[in-house]
């Protein structure tokens, strides 16, 4: 693919005014803890694809210097080398000052969002997808014409007819990705009891994509955590909504923030010990609240509470005691690190920690954990080309590893690797790692996890 475009070779002059509005510009102080030590460079995907300096996190951050200086403005360039940021915070992983990334790109994104003027396709891509993605109550209304499409033979003749080679690449890899349409799901109740003595009280996010295309993760987080003695809240399980991750990960900033305010009320109405999250860009986003809403004197306290509570369903599983007994499931499993898992949110051992009480359960790890899948929210969309190759390289690693079965724990990871796989001519099923877990205290068989697709 070609080599992205480069900055100016000469910036505007430094008397501009800043290229921000004044509402949280990217902070100069953020900024000026980057020592541009390169660090950075070899676990950036963008960097790894095409090995240009403003498409690498300490370009990216001088590029926002040179925004505050008024030494570039928001133009088509500085947006285009924003936009190709993954948002994985791999960079944050590898830097040793400390660099809070993940702060300067979200600002600088919402400051995009608020003052750029996208291209009308771009625009309209992203308008749908906000529009559709956040809201389980429109997801669901696509249910029944995706389970005609898939399951009256239309998919796959659309496929093998190359029709797909019309679509705008953003639509091609919209297709691709498209789950299979689930079968009607039991509702969650509010709550499950713990069995035997209780150890916790627990609240469960449902999500949006999560809880319309796979309720059967959220029904084994449940089971899995009531197994365990906790006792399980799940607020609003109807239609619980989005947590605003899609969002202010894109710069949309108002309507995430909306969102997070929802979703504070409903789980301190639930009166829990912890929020447990199954999905990783949701529990990243979630876990900053009190951060995203430092501005609110009705929020800012409550959301830092809030924030304290979060966990990612393998920190609670990996801090208690297994008590539910694990039968064995000899499968060789590849795990694949969800980015805003390993990186942003700093676990990494606790999920392999969960999967080894499995007897017989082998755990693979794969080359370059570090690098990014290229999901990424809504990355394999806007961004379908670097997304794929990203993919491919991901899948590559993989398969080299001769799994039974992939798991991780991000939804959009699942669906990137099922598409992956099935264009390299895999069937190596995907599936998130609180399924084998559950699998396992049920005495579920093998064959059942390697049936999931």
């Known amino acids: 693919m070609a080599e992205p475009a480069s900055i100016p070779a000469n910036p505007l002059p430094s008397a501009r005014s800043s290229a921000f509005d004044a509402h949280h510009p990217p902070s100069s102080d953020l900024i000026n803890e980057c020592v541009h030590c390169g660090f950075c460079l070899a676990s950036c995907p963008t960097y790894a694809l095409w090995g240009e300096e403003m498409d690498s996190p300490r ?127 039991a509702a969650l109740p509010e709550r499950l009891p713990a069995q035997g003595e209780q150890r916790m009280r627990v609240g469960v996010l449902l999500g949006c994509v999560q809880s319309v295309f796979f309720p059967e993760v959220n029904a084994a987080t449940a089971r899995v955590l009531a197994a365990e003695g906790c006792e399980v809240m799940i607020p609003n399980p109807e239609n619980q909504g989005c947590c605003g991750a899609l969002m202010i990960h894109a710069g949309e900033e108002k309507a995430a923030l909306d969102y997070a305010r929802r979703t504070i009320d409903a789980f301190e109405r639930a009166a829990v010990d912890a929020i447990v999250i199954n999905a990783a860009g949701c529990g990243s986003n979630m876990k900053e609240y009190g951060y995203l809403l430092r501005d609110d004197p009705n929020y800012s306290e409550r959301a830092k509470v809030f924030s304290a509570k979060c966990r990612d369903v393998s920190e609670v599983l990996a801090a208690l005691e297994p008590r539910a007994p694990r039968h064995p499931l000899r499968l060789k499993v590849a795990y694949q690190d969800a980015c805003h898992l390993q990186h942003a949110q700093g676990v990494k051992m606790q999920p392999r920690t969960v999967l080894a009480t499995i007897p017989e359960l082998q755990i693979l790890e794969t080359a370059e954990a570090a690098l990014c899948c290229g999901s ?44 992956g796989l099935r264009q390299a001519g895999s069937d190596v099923p995907v599936v998130h790692m609180i399924e084998v877990v559950d699998a396992s205290i049920r005495g579920l068989s093998p064959e059942s996890l390697l049936k999931k697709q």
Do not use: W
Not at 71 to 78: E, G, H
Not at 388 to 395: A, M, N
């Open 59 to 185: 370009g990216r951050i001088y590029l926002m210097k040179l925004g505050l200086d008024g030494q570039v403005s928001l133009d088509a360039t500085f947006v285009h080398h924003m936009d190709n940021c993954l948002g994985c915070m791999a960079c944050m992983t590898a830097c040793p000052s400390g660099v809070k990334y993940d702060k300067l790109i979200e600002a600088t994104r919402a400051q995009i969002e608020r003052n750029y003027p996208r291209p009308m396709p771009d625009g309209i891509l992203r308008r749908m997808i906000f529009e559709i993605f956040p809201r389980p109550d429109r997801l669901r209304l696509l249910l029944g014409p995706l389970r005609i499409y898939q399951r009256s033979g239309l998919q796959s003749l659309v496929r093998r007819s190359g029709l797909l080679r019309l679509l705008p690449a953003s639509l091609r890899a919209m297709e691709n990705l498209t789950p299979s349409a689930p079968q009607k799901a």
């Open 376 to 419: 990424a929210g809504i990355y394999n969309l806007v961004r379908p080309g670097p997304a794929k190759e990203l993919g491919d390289r991901k899948v590559r690693n993989v398969l080299a590893t001769a799994p039974d079965i992939v798991a991780t724990g991000n939804p959009g990871c699942v669906l990137q690797l099922r598409s």
